[in-house]
């Protein structure tokens, strides 16, 4: 299943991959890409391997097979500490904060490896996030489940990324926050930041995005528009079932 | 040279029987017991203080010792097989170190560290000196046949079964309706009492205990012998067991060898040598040092795939 | 009363720094290191030889054998813990427990059984009412506090140490966020070799110098570390103080042979009823 002709050169391209733990391979050949500046969703039903896919593009779990470029950049192979600097930004679903650290701290973290630019990005994350500002110094693991969604995404912003990788920004948010983050992630799209993006929430995230692959079983079973997707009948059914 | 020899396979023996409940245990069910050396020591300590003190015969005091084993087993397990496993490894020692405090400590009861003499062995007025080595080896192999069928019985059969899944998976095995909890008890409990077995033994053919016998290093010398035969592998364990005596023996001779080196070097330096290997085995053979018999995924090699729940390594 | 309290803090002070070292080792490197009393050993040792056998002053004395200690700590790692890292921690920690055999009979070989004091002038203990205490006693303390002190600014203020304790909080987030873990790690083995072998110094002041000397302060450090959270140095410290007062307590009302054993049984109830300790995690048990 090829990709759809893209306007802008790709800033991220998933080559034939093949990933998973222990004995089989839950990510079984599939070819993604990213231009620069869109928004991509990837949608499927439990089990499909969408999480996995996001962790091995992001370094977390060593692709079996395939590689992973970023800006034409080979990074597939490299430690999840290097990727770090490729301009890739990942946010996990879960236990993406240090809890045990404050705001503050957590996004100095986020900024490790662009020493030298944290107070300019601390400005931008704190103006996409005010409330972080005022309790930037209270620990991550005492904030609520919403704010410390902010300051995983935060972390992720700091390092100026071009794209980023989001999985299940909306996770754990009331309906209400939930529109908040797709908010936050359309704004910084606009600043220029491509993302990928995992969502349960399929509707939203496609109608924010130029584009959507659909998984299922470790294979990319469709690729298209998102407007298209939203349209198909078939992938109404199947995959955009109400999940809220 | 036959006297020592028999004398070491005694010892063997011993540490055989700990072994396979060990085996029993870990091997087969999963469960990380350091503390060894405790139930080894409780089991000693009540067959010898029955005997002596209370004039029991020897097999009761054997039973009694197995029975202590038993409950003890019971009441330790039941606290802390839910813990995970480097934490249920720091518990079991900990029960270990408690008993030799107590037999350290309370020396009215135990003679502390002067060493409690037992006197009383079976049918000893029956043989002369080297024929009852002879006969006190039998009743230990005796023991290990008994402990070692027993287990091999249970491996086989579906309640084995239901050890090797526990052991693989204890989520997976609770959803499949298994009471987890129940099984781990009633099989950390059968080698707690084989291990009070033992202990009865060796108080009555060593003929004096005292708390240094049941230093948590008994509990290194197990593992290795459990370690060096392979996981799950009765048959592998007791050559295991055979060359960690071996081993402990061989550098006696070596003692001999080299003069210089005298008897609380060496002792260092036999300790520094099965640390050594141990380390190495785990290293390298994770699997056991013999070849394997049959693919029964030791768990000491390979992590334990969280993600991915069936395919174990 | 006061004696009671004195004796805890002093228990306490001894145990804190491996505490400290241990629970970061604990965090960051994900498995109970129950060498920490070898390292312990090691540390008094190394001290004993600059300062007895070369006729070091005690300060510099303690200071090289520092150094010597994290040298050695990091080299256990080099050799032994680093080609094992992928493999479970209770594996880890039978590996460690080999370890911490091997290290204590080494000393054993090179230095005898006997037991040994430092080179230092013998000062007459402080008697006050309902409080008697030696100078040496009274350094400890205020050692254990200074080093205390230390190691907050350092995981407070410090790049380091925030990469420290961002590591220790959450290992694959940190690899993620770019932070070089290889780094924090070397400093961790370092930094708690360190501690261990300050805490030789204390303990070879206020206890005997044997071989068996860490053998029984690793089950104490174990219980400070875990009374306080893994994970949370500050808390390791008030754990230690804790484990302190309970082994003065132990000692004064049961039996003095039964000191060693509380760290046991704190560490039992711990894991059972409430693994995280204070200010750690829950996530500890199975």
Redesign the interface.
């Known amino acids: 299943m090829s990709a759809p002709a893209l306007d802008a050169a790709p800033v991220l391209t998933v080559a034939e991959v093949y990933a998973g733990y222990g004995r089989g391979d839950i990510v079984k050949g599939v070819d993604l890409v990213v231009g620069a500046g869109e928004i991509v969703t990837v949608i499927g039903p439990n089990g499909a391997g969408k999480s996995t896919l996001i962790k091995t593009i992001a370094g977390v779990v060593r692709p079996r097979a395939g590689t992973i470029s970023i800006g034409g950049r080979v990074v597939s192979g490299l430690r999840a500490s290097q990727i770090a600097r490729s301009g890739m930004a990942y946010v996990p679903q879960e236990a993406n904060v240090f809890r045990t650290l404050t705001v503050l701290e957590n996004l100095e973290m986020g900024a490790w490896v662009l020493p030298e630019r944290v107070r300019e990005r601390l400005d931008l994350v704190f103006a996409h996030f005010p409330v972080l500002r005022q309790r930037r110094g209270v620990a991550a693991g005492n904030l609520s489940g919403g704010q410390r969604q902010m300051v995983a995404l935060g972390m992720a912003l700091m390092v100026d990324p071009k794209v980023l990788l989001l999985d299940e920004p909306s996770a754990g948010l009331s309906p209400k926050l939930v529109g908040e983050m797709f908010e936050i992630i359309a704004n910084v799209n606009r600043a220029g930041v491509a993302v990928l993006m995992i969502e349960q929430n399929a509707v939203r995230a496609l109608e924010m995005s130029s584009r959507g692959y659909v998984l299922a079983a470790g294979q990319v079973r469709l690729s298209d528009a998102a407007d298209r997707l939203l349209a198909n009948a078939e992938v109404g059914e199947l995959y955009l079932g109400a999940r809220d | 040279m036959t006297v020592y020899l028999v004398s070491m396979l005694t010892y063997v023996g011993f540490f055989m029987i700990l072994a396979l409940a060990l085996n029993l245990q870990w091997g087969m069910t999963g469960m990380v017991n350091f503390g060894i050396a405790g139930f080894y020591a409780l089991g000693a300590y009540t067959s010898s203080l029955l005997t002596v003190d209370a004039g029991w015969p020897f097999v009761a005091g054997v039973s009694a010792a197995g029975a202590v084993g038993l409950i003890a087993g019971i009441g330790v397990s039941f606290l802390s097989v839910r813990l995970r496993d480097d934490f249920l490894a720091i518990v079991t020692l900990g029960f270990a170190e408690l008993v030799r405090l107590v037999a350290l400590n309370e020396d009215w009861l135990t003679r502390g560290p002067r060493g409690l003499p037992i006197d009383v062995r079976p049918l000893s007025d029956v043989f002369d000196r080297d024929g009852y080595g002879w006969f006190y080896l039998g009743i230990v192999m005796l023991t290990v046949a008994v402990a070692f069928l027993i287990f091999e019985r249970l491996r086989r059969s579906p309640y084995g079964r239901v050890m090797k899944a526990i052991r693989e998976d204890d989520v997976v095995a609770a959803t499949l309706g298994k009471d987890v909890l129940r099984v781990r008890v009633q099989v950390f409990a059968l080698g707690s009492m084989f291990m009070g077995i033992a202990g009865a033994l060796y108080a009555h053919y060593t003929q004096n205990i005292s708390p240094e016998h049941f230093t948590p290093t008994v509990a290194i010398f197990i593992w290795m012998s459990v370690i060096a035969g392979g996981a799950g592998n009765n048959k592998g364990l007791l050559i295991g067991a055979g060359m960690v005596m071996t081993l402990l023996e061989g550098t006696r001779f070596l003692g001999d060898a080299i003069s210089f080196l005298d008897a609380e070097k060496l002792a260092s330096i036999r300790i520094i040598v099965i640390g050594v290997l141990l380390i190495l085995v785990i290293r390298f053979r994770p699997r056991g040092i013999l070849p394997e018999e049959k693919f029964d995924g030791a768990r000491f090699g390979a992590g334990r795939d969280a993600a991915n729940g069936g395919g174990n390594p | 009363m006061l004696q009671i309290l004195f004796n805890s803090l002093l228990n306490g002070a001894i145990i804190a720094p491996p505490a400290i070292a241990f629970t970061l080792m604990f965090a960051i490197l994900r498995?109970?290191n129950f060498a920490i009393g070898a390292y312990i050993t090691v540390g008094a040792f190394a001290i004993l030889y600059f300062n007895d056998m070369l006729g070091w002053p005690l300060v510099a004395a303690t200071l090289a054998g520092m150094a010597v200690t994290a040298a050695i700590v990091w080299l256990t790692d080099a050799i032994?813990f680093r080609?094992?890292r992928?493999?479970?921690?209770?594996?880890?920690?039978?590996?460690s427990?080999?370890?911490s055999?091997?290290l204590e009979?080494?000393v054993?070989?090179l230095f005898?059984?006997d037991v040994r004091g430092f080179d230092i002038p013998l000062m007459r203990p402080v008697k006050l009412p309902g409080l008697r205490f030696t100078w040496e006693q009274l350094n400890i303390v205020g050692i254990a506090a200074l080093a205390t002190l230390a190691m907050h600014g350092l995981l407070k203020y410090t790049k380091l140490g925030?990469?420290m304790?961002?590591t220790?909080?959450?290992f694959?987030?940190?690899?993620?966020?770019?932070?070089?873990?290889a780094r924090v790690i070397t400093a961790t083995w370092l930094i708690g070799g360190a501690l261990a072998g300050l805490s030789g110094l204390m303990a070879g002041l206020d206890l005997v110098i044997e071989p068996l000397l860490g053998w029984y302060l690793t089950?104490p450090v174990?219980a400070a570390a875990i009374l306080g959270g893994i994970?949370?140095p500050m808390g390791a410290v008030l754990g230690a103080v804790c484990v302190g007062l309970a082994e003065e307590l132990t000692a004064e009302f049961l039996?003095p042979?039964?000191k060693?054993?509380v760290?046991?049984?704190i560490?039992?109830v711990l894991?059972?009823f409430r693994?995280q300790g204070l200010f750690g995690?829950p996530e500890?048990?199975?």
């Open positions: 498995f109970p032994v080609p094992m992928h493999l479970p921690s209770v594996t880890m920690l039978v590996v427990i080999a370890l055999l091997i009979n080494i054993r070989l005898g059984g925030k990469a304790r961002a220790a909080d959450n694959t987030l940190a690899e993620v966020r770019g932070i070089g873990t089950i174990f994970g949370s039996a042979t039964y060693v054993g760290g046991f049984v560490i039992a894991l059972l693994p995690q500890i048990k199975k």
